[in-house]
């Protein structure tokens, strides 16, 4: 099985000077210690359920741009950006520029938003939830039109551009990989199953994990899309791979077909819990 990095938390000593160094040098030992993944939160506070949010929290893309330049070989990503933050031609430009200077490594991870907070803190609009979902399908529907050979214009009902021209195209072919987080049963694992090359299913519980790939699995069947065909990714975050059933819960997510577990940086602590993840736990998970 293979393992990504969430680097959620930038609160650690010497913050801010010592931020950038501290993400640069996680994201080369990431890189060489055999991760596949490198995510960071799209949001502008820390989460509430994770910290004060006036705690550190750098905006994403400038921050996956920043490790794009310190690493060779990880997939990049957001974990993921709301459809709220970005207008999706830009967000789908944005997408495109790491795509590119970083050799075909980007992906658009997207969601439907939910941290009221800091929209209304900083003035961005934030829509009732069944209008945030109609929202992220067309910015999907845009990013994919981008990416193709239609530059002509598109019309949906909350969002109409003139031209998709995206020039250059992304190296990666045919387009950057579409994550989609979350665990929403009714609408987000079915535009997952629609649009969706990967999907993280943001839970650590194997019995809850098995439950909601068998809901993916029939939202497949029902549009026709291929469920063997999508990369399935939990988050492992609050796993202590000390504990005694660390392994054991390793093994059931590869028996339920999980193919990538990610871990989060440990706050205060950040490069030394990567390189004891990629030195203790990498090469066993590798051989699961």
């Not at 989460?47 to 690493?71: C, H, I, K, R, Y």
């Not at 970083?102 to 941290?115: C, F, K, Q, T």
């Not at 929403?184 to 999907?199: F, H, N």
């Amino acid at each position: 099985m293979h393992a990504g990095i969430h680097f959620w938390n930038y609160t650690m000593p010497g913050a801010p000077a010592s931020i950038a160094a501290t993400v640069a040098e996680t994201a080369r030992v990431a890189d060489a210690g055999g991760f596949d993944q490198f995510t960071v939160m799209d949001h502008w506070f820390q989460m509430e359920n994770a910290g004060d949010p006036a705690q550190p929290m750098l905006e994403a893309f400038s921050t996956l741009a920043f490790v794009a330049a310190q690493t060779r070989r990880m997939r990049l990503a957001p974990l993921v950006a709301g459809v709220t933050y970005r207008h999706p031609g830009l967000l789908a430009k944005t997408i495109t520029t790491l795509d590119v200077l970083s050799g075909g490594r980007a992906a658009l991870g997207i969601g439907a938003a939910w941290y009221e907070r800091e929209h209304h803190a900083l003035g961005v609009p934030y829509p009732v939830l069944s209008e945030r979902f109609e929202r992220l399908e067309e910015a999907i529907r845009i990013a994919l039109q981008m990416w193709g050979d239609d530059a002509g214009p598109f019309a949906g009902a909350h969002y109409e551009l003139a031209e998709t021209l995206n020039s250059p195209a992304p190296v990666s072919a045919p387009h950057p990989p579409l994550l989609i987080g979350g665990k929403g049963e009714r609408k987000t694992l079915r535009i997952a199953a629609q649009y969706a090359q990967i999907v993280n299913l943001t839970s650590a519980d194997p019995d809850e994990v098995a439950h909601l790939l068998e809901v993916l699995r029939r939202h497949c069947a029902d549009v026709g899309t291929d469920y063997d065909g999508i990369e399935k990714q939990v988050m492992a975050s609050r796993l202590d791979p000390a504990g005694a059933d660390f392994w054991s819960t390793m093994e059931r997510f590869v028996a339920l077909g999980v193919d990538l577990v990610v871990f989060g940086v440990r706050p205060g602590d950040q490069l030394a819990s990567v390189e004891t993840l990629a030195a203790d736990v990498l090469p066993r998970l590798a051989d699961l």
